[in-house]
């Protein structure tokens, strides 16, 4: 069949309300054709076992992704990011069973259920249950399929069940045609479709299309007129290249031969490399008007070419009697509803996510419109759901979480809204490779894979899932985090690959279950696990208690009324059951539920007995029940929460957010804090202060509000002097009279005004250093970026006495000794990193992923204190000189640390009378505020004692050195006007300083 290119753009002008501006109508890019090879049903001799060898995986195909630095939005964390996990309780998945088992990297798990059967695939594998679990077809080579499946094992199958035809599909790609003997087309994507209900016994219609280059990442969606398919093609050069396809559905369905493939590109589309659009695929027998298929993609403002976080949508209209009037067209570009979001990972690289047990971090699936956005008609609007993969704050380190969105199309033919958005990283661990669904009640499903490399609560990937109900707070995953299987080690492979994706898809039958397909790893196996699990209402009499409405923490009486919401989980309306609650274990207080709450509703109820919680300080633990006569599920009925007696008066400076360390910082820069209230009552006119090193503070007052638990950003009308290059000490703090923890009210930072920054070089093929230790302090795991990264709050002590340290460095990337690493220690702190003062240089670090170890030794007259340190590793065969510190490297990392330096040779006596210098300051805001600053790296406790000028002890403390010296806030604001003797040190030797208190 002769292949061709048709180059038919169709400009039209027209403007919709969501978005206006020209956009460009194009016709198909590409048409073909081809018949089918029609295959028997799957009997046991067809079958081609299935192979248990280790094999890569499509390992070249997703070119790195790359971003502009420093550009786009959120500079903070993610605005929808949601804090905690839902609280509805929710039950265990109806039953799990293993899908997979396999050494392919990755597995690439796929399945759907129909009405009888359950069809899972993976690279490049398949298997067939019945839907209770049971093995019908074992797993075995898709080349077993037959038909134009035969020699062709090449991977990334999707498995699809088309419920309006009750048939199954099969697709993946084809990249080498060697072995046919038609090295004419490089690449293919096969088909194979079920000739009825059942995928074991009715036998398959295969296709093969061949294509001009290969359709990497093939995703298939449904839509009335056609399967349509997204893919990874020409990811470098994407514009004017067929990347979306679309195939005749009914001919495909009927094994009809000359069924057609028309291929269109995405006008107007910005990628960053690797990107994989989504089309809205139906689910449910009700299917759309044809045309108008939509195609969506994410656009990251990180991007060259993006100048806003938005979603695209395209609209396909295909007209099967007359190909060339067939076209696509950009129709959206939604901005409205979309929050700011960070899709791009350690710069576009595939090696992101820490795992525990490893040193290999897992990619992220960043680029990816995540499979399946599904598509659901109901009465009275149109529904699509789709996630992906976002960084949720903008630290070096990743943090995955999963954006999600529901968009809403009032009637068919209508523009499509953003109904509502959220962002689920609930707590520190990271969560990716999501695959989300709606069910026929509208109730939302999200499952994911979820990891954590804590030491202390290790998670290796494992495989959870959570939801929401149709009419629940919109934004919120608002149902219990469920487990469906916890994994037992880390990926197995060195390359980093996971997934590459998951699968979720709906039980037919009842349009309400469920059933999810995932990666997890036990050993060297790699192993898909299915999920089977349902939110809607089955049962007829089920109540339970969501949450604790109120009280929440705060400054709480001796009255406090006890508001809860209670959930109707079953099919029958219910009204006069009991609810009851206790604190602390004490006595049950129970009343009568006496209003009706329709089936599958929420209501909020308040006890008219009032509890005692009045104790500051006390954290109260409350037990609220329901008693419902007949309630089937028991699991439901009672939850626990704790509520906080706050004191009222708490507040605190938990970050400083500027300045930060740089070149070039001025004598006039703005410092800025971040102010919370931990305390029960709002506060107002806050007294903020700062102080640079031992420079005199500065006092300013916040005038705004802080409610209880809140956070507000500070900047001070007074700025500071950075101007002189060298590393600052800034301490930050809050003052509220009757404060109730002095211990949470300030914070402490590092900042340096470099002479240098070498930012811009190349770290995303694992060029630099990802693993580094000095002495007691380890940096691990540390992210790509822009190939410089600021740690200089990272410190530790060396002693210039002992003369003999060494440092332990790990790349991800060595070949032929080019990978090297030098170390420098600022000794004079001018902020320049001087040939003198490199303490190793040009080592080769030989091996990837593997620690090693140089000696370096520091100069017997290296000056004491805090000291910037800088580590540079790189490809020293490419552009850049790794001995010059400010040199950007073509490929490599740049880092900065703090060292302190001691001697522990040194008298005690010595150290404290001959080298360090005692000063006290006032504070000329606050009348009666001193601070008392001694400067030395002397390391040990000291104590701090105050006399009045006859010798009587008015206060003694113990003082630490946080750093730069030993600093101790005095507030004699009450003692009486005279002359006073302050001292530091241990009981036997110390320094005196007199001050006058006036």
Known sequence: MKKYILLLPLLFLFQLNVFSQQKERMGPAFIDSASVIKSGALSKKRL???????????????????????????????????????????????????????????????????????????????????KQGNVLIPGSSLASIGGAFNDETDGDPIVFYDESADRFVVMQFSDDLAPRGTSNSPAALLFAVSQGPDPVNSGWYTYRFDLESLPDYPKISLWSDGYYITTNKDALEPQGKEIVYVLERDKMLAGANDVRILGFPLPGIQNNGFYSPAGFSVMGSDLPPAGDAPIIYLQDDQWAGVNEDHLKIWLMDVNWEELSS?????????????????????????????????????????????????????????????????????????????????????????????????????????????????DARGNIALGFTILDDNPVDPIFPSIRYTGRYVNDALGVMSIEEQSIVEGLSPQPSPFGRYGDYAHLSIDPVDDLTFWHNA???????????VGVFRFSATELNDIGVISLESPEDASLTASEQISIRLRNFGLNPQSNFEISYTINGGETVTQTYTETIPAESVTEFNFSELADLSEVGQIYTLVISTNLQGDVNPGNDSIEAEVKNLPPNDVGVTSIDAPESGENLSASEQVTVTIENFGGEPQGNIPVSYQVGNNATVSEVFNGTLEVGGLEVYTFNQTSNFSSSGRYTITARTRLANDFDPSNDSERTSVANLDCIPEGSDCSQGDGIFYFEINDFVNERIPCTTGYLDFIGGTTNLDRSINDYSVTVQTNFADDDVEKFSMW??????????????????????????????????????????????????????????????????????????????DSTLDIEDFILNEAELIVVSDPTIEGLYRVVMETSFNEPLRLTVHDISGQLLLENLILNEGDGYVYDLDMSYAARGVYLVRVGTRKVGKVKRFIVK
Not at 100 to 126: I, K, L, Q
Not at 412 to 432: C, I, K, L, M, N
Not at 519 to 529: A, D, I, S, V
Not at 867 to 887: E, K, M, Q, V, Y
């Open 48 to 130: 081609i076992p299935s192979t248990k060898k280790q094999k890569l995986y499509n390992p070249r195909n997703r070119g790195i992704n790359k971003i502009v630095p420093g550009k786009g939005l959120p500079k903070r964390d993610d605005p929808t990011v949601q804090k905690k996990k839902g609280e509805i309780p929710a039950k265990a998945p109806i039953f799990t069973f293993d899908g997979a088992d396999t050494r392919s990297t990755p597995s690439d798990p796929t399945g759907a259920v129909g009405r009888n059967h359950y069809v899972n695939a993976w690279n490049s594998e398949f298997a067939i249950w019945d």
């Open 825 to 902: 220690i600022d000794l004079n702190d001018n902020a320049v990193f001087e040939d003198s003062e490199r303490l190793i240089t040009s080592e080769v670090i030989p091996e990837i992923n593997t620690p090693f170890t140089y000696n370096f030794s520091l100069p017997e007259d290296a000056a004491l204190g805090q000291h910037l340190l800088r580590i540079r590793a790189g490809d020293t065969s490419f552009d850049g000189d790794l001995n010059d510190p400010c040199s950007v490297m073509a490929y490599g990392t740049t880092h900065d640390y703090s060292v302190n330096i001691i």
């Open 326 to 438: 067939s076209s696509i067209r950009l129709n959206q570009e939604l901005t409205d509803g979309v929050s700011p979001f960070i899709a791009t990972f350690d710069g576009g690289s595939f090696k992101n996510l820490a795992q525990p047990g490893s040193d290999t971090d897992i990619d992220a699936l960043q680029g990816a419109m995540m499979y399946m956005t599904q598509y659901r008609r109901f009465e009275d609007h149109n529904s699509v759901v789709m996630n992906f993969v976002v960084d949720v704050d903008a630290s070096p380190a990743e943090h995955a979480g999963i954006r999600w969105y529901e968009l809403r199309q009032a009637n068919d033919g209508a523009a499509w809204s953003v109904y509502q958005e959220g962002t689920y990283a609930p707590d520190p661990s990271d969560r990716f490779s999501g695959s989300i669904g709606i």
């Open 519 to 529: 990666e997890y790893f036990e050993g060297t196996r790699r192993l898909n696990k």
